[in-house]
Every structure is written in structure tokens, then in C-alpha cells.
């Protein structure tokens, strides 16, 4: 299940390279939104992905979710830019995350959700205007789970149990989700919280950006003109701090 957001096409190529493993999945469920070009739209419903209106990051996460239907024994939810990198840079551990998740769920209480986080070298390949936002936003959420957890890589493992449960109880328009949709499963049944960490969710949106980066000088100077800004840095502190305010407001809703 992914979301999308392409208005330039510029996932195409990597589409058709990862077709393979596409086609892996039973079932590929696509949440585009109204920009993203239609030739990729096109190019996924011909790879066999259902594609289905998208929004903002949370409403787009929630139809991709609902578009899957409740007859599957796992669900892989991943922003599609992020899976595109994953599939092309590291397809062998993309390919072994299933059977992480099940050594995952016999070694503890089973998890109904799995927050798929970025190991410390992964992390680190992100610039500061997200690193800084995204370090409280996961301490906000280990404090709540009793865990080191990262939440913000735009990635997680549900089970079949905790589908209905946030379809019922997830609202939050944007990527707040993050936070809320783990906040949900924890305050139904703390311990089926898990986290697990992955190299493949290292930065991804360089792999977009070829041209811009080369124009501008290198990666480090792209970097520095695109997010080390005041626009950037209140964009990711205000989602930061609306996904604190999800996680709050899912974990006190029964004291209300």
C-alpha cells in the first residue's frame, strides 16, 4: 500500500526497473494524487497496481489501506518514492522483510504493527530540517511505546488486526499519521507495538532530483538550497508537532 505524489513523472523510469518486484505482491493498492502525472497512474494500472484517489499524506495512507480490503494476512504500507529507492538499492533486504517480521512476531507477543525504521547510518543520510524534527517526533512516540521506535520513515508493517482498528479511529489529514497509527494500536494492546530497522529507508529524494543536483553543484549544495531554509524547517516542525499532538490526543481519548 503506498502513497504517491509525481506531478513531473519522474518515477517512471524507476517503475519499469522495479517491475519485477512489483509483481511480487499479491496485490499493490496506489493512492495518487490529482497532480501526479497520468502516464504513471497508467504505466502502475498496467504493472496490475490498483490506483485510487489520493490527498495528503494521511488521507492517501488511509485509501490505499481501505483499497486493500480485510482478506490478507499482512499489510506493507510505504510511501512509493521510498519503495521505489528500497526496490533498486537494497532489493535483497527489502525482499527479507517478511521473514524479519515473522522472527519478529515468534521471538515476542505477536505485533499487529511494526513502525519500519531507519538504522543509524540510514538516518544519518537525511538533512538536518528533517533529522532534528523527526529525533523528537520518534521520543515523543518511544516514551508512549516503552521503546526505541522510529515512526517517521514512512513505513510500516500491519497485521490484520490493526487494519479495522485505525480505519475506524485514524483522522489525521496529514502525515501525523506516523505517530497516530501506532498511537491507536497502543492504546488498544501496548505490546503489539514493534519496530524494525532497515538500511533501504535511507533519503530517497535525491533519486529524483539528477538534474537539479547536477545544476546546482553537487548533492551538498542542492541539499543545502532545497532544505536548510526557513520554509522547510517550519514545514517539518509543524508536522512534528502535529504528529505529537496525534499521539496525545489518541492515548487520553479514553480519558475524555
Known amino acids: 500500500m503506498a502513497t504517491l505524489h509525481d506531478p513531473r513523472g519522474v518515477s517512471l523510469p524507476f517503475i519499469d526497473e522495479t517491475a519485477p518486484m512489483l509483481a511480487r505482491f499479491p496485490l499493490v493498492t496506489v493512492?495518487?494524487?490529482?497532480a501526479t502525472d497520468r502516464a504513471?497512474?497508467?504505466?502502475l494500472g498496467e504493472l496490475g497496481a490498483l490506483v485510487v484517489p489520493g490527498g495528503l499524506?494521511?488521507?492517501?495512507?488511509?485509501?490505499?489501506?481501505?483499497?486493500?480490503?480485510?482478506?490478507?494476512?499482512a499489510y506493507f504500507s510505504c510511501d512509493f518514492d521510498r519503495w521505489l529507492h528500497w526496490a533498486r538499492c537494497w532489493p535483497d533486504e527489502?525482499?527479507?522483510?517478511?521473514?524479519?517480521?515473522?522472527?519478529?512476531?515468534?521471538?515476542?507477543?505477536?505485533?499487529?504493527?511494526?513502525?519500519?525504521?531507519?538504522?543509524?547510518?540510514?538516518?544519518?543520510?537525511?538533512?538536518?530540517?528533517?533529522?532534528?524534527?523527526?529525533?523528537a517526533t520518534n521520543r515523543a512516540l518511544s516514551a508512549a511505546a516503552g521503546q526505541p521506535l522510529d515512526a517517521v520513515a514512512g513505513a510500516a508493517w500491519l497485521m490484520p488486526e490493526a487494519v479495522p482498528l485505525i480505519l475506524a479511529e485514524s483522522s489525521e489529514p496529514t502525515a501525523a499519521t506516523d505517530l497516530e497509527w501506532p498511537a491507536i494500536?497502543?492504546?488498544?494492546?501496548?505490546?503489539?507495538?514493534?519496530?524494525?530497522?532497515?538500511?533501504?529507508?535511507?533519503w530517497e529524494t535525491?533519486?529524483?532530483?539528477?538534474?537539479?543536483?547536477?545544476?546546482?553543484?553537487?548533492?551538498?549544495?542542492?541539499?543545502?538550497?532545497?532544505?536548510?531554509?526557513?520554509?522547510?524547517?517550519?514545514e517539518r516542525l509543524r508536522?512534528?508537532?502535529?504528529?505529537?499532538?496525534?499521539?496525545e490526543r489518541v492515548l487520553n481519548e479514553d480519558d475524555g
Open 31 to 34: 493512492a495518487a494524487t490529482a
Open 57 to 73: 499524506a494521511g488521507e492517501g495512507r488511509r485509501a490505499a489501506l481501505a483499497a486493500a480490503g480485510s482478506d490478507h494476512a
Open 185 to 202: 494500536i497502543l492504546r488498544h494492546d501496548p505490546a503489539r507495538v514493534h519496530g524494525l530497522r532497515c538500511e533501504g529507508l535511507e
Open 40 to 43: 504513471v497512474a497508467a504505466r
Open 94 to 135: 527489502l525482499a527479507a522483510l517478511p521473514a524479519r517480521v515473522a522472527r519478529l512476531a515468534a521471538s515476542r507477543i505477536p505485533p499487529w504493527y511494526v513502525c519500519l525504521g531507519r538504522t543509524a547510518r540510514a538516518f544519518r543520510t537525511h538533512p538536518a530540517a528533517q533529522r532534528y524534527p523527526e529525533t
Open 206 to 234: 535525491p533519486d529524483f532530483h539528477a538534474d537539479a543536483i547536477a545544476a546546482a553543484g553537487g548533492l551538498e549544495a542542492w541539499t543545502r538550497a532545497q532544505f536548510d531554509t526557513p520554509r522547510m524547517w517550519a
Open 239 to 247: 508536522l512534528a508537532a502535529a504528529s505529537g499532538s496525534a499521539l
